[in-house]
């Protein structure tokens, strides 16, 4: 079964830092790409950052990019986002996210989430 | 960035009945338009790919349809559990992939 457990979320400051956590199991990770998706909430779905397989390509959404960093560790079968320079606006529930293999930008499974809350 | 535009922002509707949900794309996406099915507390499932394909385990009465810019989800006859937000994303043009902004169909 494939499991996605993101963890890392909570409440911090404007300006501050978080780093959002995603093990994975169920699969081999490393030949998946994967995603982070967050959802405002009551709202909508929006995507945040692309990780190739092999971490050579990875894409941001222009809100995140310059503050927001995706990365992986194959070995760990886990997925990071670093979180800097954190805006009341990126307060969402973050979402984990696998790529059907060898699609681009179809999510074929989704963690949980985890929410982050940006407030003073 | 394609944007993408889902009709209505609700569906009221009784079990049995059907529903018919729209999506539009600001430029064509041919037919890599992805349909995904949210309930409360629980993250997005995936319903359908490249705008008519069911994914694995997805019940016959989910009907994607379209391409181009002008999209449709089908569900032939609903049942109690398919009442939900319903959200269209495109992968033809990315990044950025893109999301619509949901349709909710409610029990009537």
């Known amino acids: 079964e494939v499991q996605l457990v993101e963890s890392g979320g909570g409440l911090v400051q404007p300006g501050g830092s978080l780093r959002l956590s995603c093990p994975a199991s169920g699969f081999t990770f490393s030949t998946y ?6 959802q405002t909430p009551g709202k909508g779905l929006e995507w945040v ?7 050579s390509i990875i894409y941001y959404a222009d809100s995140v990019k310059g503050r927001f960093t995706t990365s992986r560790d194959n070995a760990k ?6 979180m800097n320079s954190l805006r009341a606006e990126d307060t969402a529930v973050y979402y984990c996210a696998r790529n059907f293999l060898g699609s681009g930008g179809m999510i074929d499974y989704w963690g949980q989430g985890t929410l982050v809350t940006v407030s003073s | 960035e394609i944007v993408l535009t889902q009709s209505p922002a609700t569906l009221s509707l009784s079990p049995g009945e059907r529903a018919t949900l ?13 349909w995904y099915q949210q309930k409360p507390g629980q993250a997005p499932r995936l319903l359908i790919y490249d705008a008519s394909n069911r994914a694995t385990g997805i019940p016959a009465r989910f009907i994607g349809s379209g391409s ?8 032939s006859s609903l049942e109690p ?3 939900a937000v319903y959200y269209c ?6 990044p950025p992939l893109t999301f619509g902004g949901g349709t909710k169909v409610e029990i009537k």
């Open chain 2, 68 to 75: 181009g810019t002008d999209f449709t989800l089908t569900i």
């Open chain 1, 77 to 82: 079968n886990s997925l990071y986002l670093q």
């Open chain 2, 81 to 83: 559990e398919d009442f």
């Open chain 2, 22 to 34: 729209s999506c539009r794309a600001s430029q064509s996406v041919s037919t890599y338009l992805v």
């Open chain 2, 89 to 94: 994303q495109q992968r033809s043009n990315w």
């Open chain 1, 33 to 38: 790409s994967m995603n982070w998706v967050r």
């Open chain 1, 49 to 55: 950052s692309y990780i190739s397989s092999s971490s």
